[in-house]
């Protein structure tokens, strides 16, 4: 068992680095066309035009399909969009203690967005200390640097996600923090605890042409890793269960 996982671990491991090479390569140009393409297709889509409200991630300078375009567009139309922040960053903590986590938080208007600074990953982020006027997914898990501060609000019925690969059975690989892996585990356990994946939101992987691997090839997943529902891709094709 430990064997199989480690050798699981080593391969997403490898598969990160070989992903990240190719796309370190690629212009901006055209993961501007891709992010043009992707745009399109998730504004057009049944689940994303019903979606009162949704979470979506909020773009790396490079390397990742831009979401900048489909924000604006939520916000315009008065859907509720949430963004990942990360909580527990900064908390000094035991070798064993938990480590930092991900919810979503509310984002309130346009120019809100527009002012967001970059963290150190060059990702806009709410600030800490605008936290206490924001709505969260899961009000922080509980985490000690942020308890109180967002009130918890309902569903989120879409969640937009990034990937550092995909493949066409909808498998998923992030950068190995877990943090959508274990978002989703949290989320699932509130919304339903019979284990039923009815209340789920509706999972939406956005991937450049170079993250989806080829037809026969698969992304390791183990049984923590959540597949996606639908995957657009900068090509202009949708993969969808
Ligand atoms: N735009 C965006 N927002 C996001 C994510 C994401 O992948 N993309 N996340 C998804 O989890 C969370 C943040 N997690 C992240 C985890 C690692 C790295 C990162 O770049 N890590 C390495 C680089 C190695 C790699 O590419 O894997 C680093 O720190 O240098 C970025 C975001 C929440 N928000
Ligand atoms: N549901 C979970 N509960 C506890 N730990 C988890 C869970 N899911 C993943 N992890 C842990 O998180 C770490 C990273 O997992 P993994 O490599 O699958 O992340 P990833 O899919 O690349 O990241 P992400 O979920 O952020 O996209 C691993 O150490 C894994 O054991």
Redesign the pocket.
């Known amino acids: 068992m430990a064997d199989k996982m480690s050798s699981l671990r080593l391969a997403k491991k490898e598969l990160?680095k070989s992903v990240?090479q190719t796309i370190s390569s690629l212009s901006e140009e055209s993961i501007k066309s891709q992010s043009r393409v992707v745009t399109s297709m998730i504004l057009s889509l049944p689940e994303y035009q019903k979606a009162g409200s949704l979470g979506v991630?909020?773009?790396?300078p490079r390397?990742?399909i831009s979401?900048g375009a489909i924000v604006k567009d939520a916000l315009q139309l008065g859907k509720r969009v949430f963004v990942?922040y990360?909580y527990g960053k900064a908390v000094p903590r035991e070798p064993e203690a938990p480590r930092s986590m991900?919810d979503m938080v509310s984002l309130h208007s346009l120019e809100d967005y527009e002012t967001l600074a970059p963290d150190s990953?060059g990702?806009p982020t709410p600030s800490e200390p605008s936290l206490g006027g924001r709505n969260s997914c899961l009000n922080g898990a509980g985490y000690n640097d942020c308890d109180g501060k967002t009130k918890e609000e309902g569903n989120i019925e879409l969640i937009i996600m990034?990937?550092?690969a995909f493949d066409k059975a909808l498998g998923r690989l992030?950068?190995?923090?877990g943090?959508?892996d274990i978002f989703l585990r949290q989320f699932h356990e509130k919304s339903a605890p019979d284990g039923s994946r009815h209340h789920l939101p509706f999972l939406i992987g956005l991937a450049l042409q170079e993250q989806m691997l080829p037809n026969d090839q698969r992304v390791p997943m183990d049984p923590t890793d959540w597949p996606v529902d639908a995957l657009a891709v900068g090509d202009g094709s949708l993969v969808r269960r």
């Not at 991630?57 to 790396?60: G, K």
């Not at 992030?174 to 923090?177: V, W």
């Open positions: 990160r990240r991630y909020l773009s790396m390397g990742e979401t990942p990360i991900m990953w990702i990034p990937g550092m992030g950068h190995g923090k943090y959508y």
